[in-house]
T-cell receptor, first 114, second 115 residues
């Protein structure tokens, strides 16, 4: 079975500081994509960042970067220079080459304080 | 370029009624996915459709739920004889092609409340 585990139900960070959200996953596949999605109070699911499993280089999108450890099946998200607008639920997800469906974790609620 | 459009945003039904949720994919996308999100949980895959075909319905409950994506018009997720346990947010996503190299773009969801 393919699973995604987000062990931090809630996290808090001060504005302008850095925070890391953790995610581990389990799959027997060797080719897959990993994602972080953001869900603000509006409920819209917004893609934050994507990582191809065959790429060793960690993906980066502006203030968002990942630490992908394939052997450990770990895929953490680092948010630098946190902003109030980053407050949201963050979901880690992946899908494999043999299935198009995304498997999601249970999410981490991020609070950003002044 | 409009994103994935879902309507209605909120839907209230009484137990035993039918719920019809609509999803119009992004322009140029012919692959649609439906997910369900129960309160305080992540999204769970329900069904994957391509125009006029159901590709994967492994996440769909065996009874009362059905989905279609006709040649013309939006994709429809239909829930017959709704029960309180069907109360959830239902999300639709679309992609331009199949498989893993294509990003799924999500709509804003339909929140179904069953009284």
């Amino acid at each position: 079975a393919q699973t995604v585990t987000q062990s931090q139900p809630e996290m808090s960070v001060q504005e302008a500081e850095t925070v890391t959200l953790s995610c581990t996953y389990d799959t027997s596949e060797s080719d897959y994509y990993l994602f972080w999605y953001k869900q603000p109070p509006s409920r819209q699911m917004i893609l934050v960042i994507r990582q191809e499993a065959y790429k060793q280089q960690n993906a980066t999108e502006n203030r968002f970067s990942v630490n992908f450890q394939k052997a450990a099946k770990s895929f953490s998200l680092k948010i630098s220079d946190s902003q109030l607008g980053d407050a949201a639920m963050y979901f880690c997800a992946f899908h494999t080459g043999t299935a198009s469906k995304l498997t999601f974790g249970t999410g981490t609620r991020l609070q950003v304080t002044l | 370029n409009a994103g994935v459009m879902q309507n209605p945003r909120h839907l209230v039904r009484r137990r035993g009624q039918e719920a019809r949720l609509r999803c119009s994919p992004m322009k140029g996308h012919s692959h649609v996915y439906w997910y369900r999100q129960l309160p305080e949980e992540g999204l769970k895959f329900m069904v994957y459709l391509q125009k006029e075909n159901i590709i994967d319905e492994s996440g769909m409950p065996k009874e009362r739920f059905s989905a279609e994506f006709p040649k013309e018009g939006p994709s429809i997720l239909r829930i017959q004889q709704v029960v309180r346990g069907d109360s959830a947010a239902y999300f639709c996503a679309s992609s331009p092609g199949p498989g893993w190299e294509n990003i799924q773009y999500f709509g804003a969801g339909t929140r179904l409340s069953v009284l």
